[in-house]
């Protein structure tokens, strides 16, 4: 049988690649690529898992995740399964010889270049942000560039990066603004419930993420009304079982004809009081409050739309 094999966000050296060290045991087999978009769309029988971040302390949410969630395939073939917190500690690193006062350009992911917004400002203020699709790359390409004169660059990343690119060197250690910058990543397998494949053992956290999308808003109404929907969520006898409560609200433009109309993503939480709650039962409670929120868009004139649990963990 062929090893399970995870997808992430590359090349070598970012930090998602680091999370996924952390969640998967050895024998897995790492796959890089491009973007997080490309990450889940190497998800098939091949790649049954992947590992995408979904917000920073520091600079909030990670945009590019939420977007692919909304792909239909998120819910149907894909499935967020876990979680996982990485303590982020930035580097700023140069070729050798490199000198703080000469860098006119700072290159980064745009996460990292926003959690380090204050050091940049106050510490490199002359320097050029220049986003790429991940710190690692942003190292990287010091060493492409790098034509034996050209010193005046800088990439944000994580120290690990200097043993992965031989050729560069820190200049400055913990760049980021405020100590307890940390970004929580989200573990996505092809199954909604079978047992994962060689990761570690992970915790049941009693939480869900629902997306919710309305197509035929009755005419007065351009955006959905959150209140209800939160009302259904937490009004049903399996929901109160399991203590259910709304943890975080995000939304995204739904990128259809109606203007300002939004995919709203609802990420539940149940008692951490009430030890006995199993997986099974947490998605049963979870899938009952997801039907309730169903009949109440039904009832509130919704023709078109989808409420579906795009994953429990
Ligand atoms: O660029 C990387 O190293 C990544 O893994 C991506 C990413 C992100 O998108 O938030 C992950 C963790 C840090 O917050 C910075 C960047």
């Given amino acids: ?23 998967c045991a050895s024998d897995v087999q790492y796959v890089a690529k491009g973007s997080i978009r490309e990450v889940f769309g190497a998800l098939d029988e091949s790649v049954t898992l992947a590992l995408v971040p979904l ?22 073939k894909v499935f967020v399964r876990s979680e996982h917190v990485l303590a982020i500690q930035h580097c700023l690193i140069a070729l050798p010889g490199t000198r703080m006062e000469e860098i006119t350009r700072i290159i980064s992911h745009e996460q990292a270049l926003g959690q380090c917004a204050e050091f940049i400002r106050t510490k490199l203020p002359k ?9 690692a790359l942003a190292a990287k390409s010091l060493l492409d560039e790098f034509d034996g004169t050209h010193k005046t660059s800088a990439a944000i990343c994580s120290a690990v990066c200097i043993t992965v690119y031989p050729g560069l060197e820190i200049l400055s250690r913990s760049v980021q603004d405020g100590p307890a910058n940390q970004t929580r990543f989200l573990l996505l397998h092809t199954q909604r419930l079978d047992p994962l494949p060689l990761t570690k053992p992970l915790d049941l956290y009693l939480s869900a993420l629902i997306r919710v999308r309305v197509e035929a808003p009755p005419s007065s109404k351009l955006n959905l009304d959150l209140s209800g929907i939160f009302r ?17 609200v995000n939304r995204r433009p739904s990128l259809n004809a ?18 006995a709650v199993a997986l099974d039962l947490w998605y049963s409670a979870v899938i009952a409050g997801v039907e309730r929120v169903r009949h109440y868009l039904q009832d509130s004139g919704y023709i078109e739309g989808e409420v579906v649990c795009i994953g429990s963990w």
């Avoid at 094999?5 to 680091?18: D, M, S, V």
């Avoid at 969630?69 to 819910?75: T, V």
């Avoid at 259904?232 to 975080?248: D, G, K, M, Q, W």
């Fill in 258 to 275: 109606i203007p300002f109309n939004d995919t709203v993503f609802i990420e539940l939480e149940g008692g951490h009081d009430r030890p």
């Fill in 1 to 23: 049988m062929s090893r399970p094999t995870i997808a992430y966000l590359g090349p070598e050296g970012t930090y998602t690649h680091q999370a996924a060290h952390d969640v």
């Fill in 55 to 76: 917000e920073n302390s520091t600079y909030g949410s990670v945009v590019e995740t939420y977007d692919t969630f909304r792909d239909p395939r998120m819910g149907s």
């Fill in 127 to 135: 320097a050029k942000k220049v986003s790429v699709a991940s710190t």
């Fill in 232 to 248: 259904s969520l937490v009004a049903t006898p399996a929901t109160t079982l399991c203590s259910l409560s709304i943890r975080h």
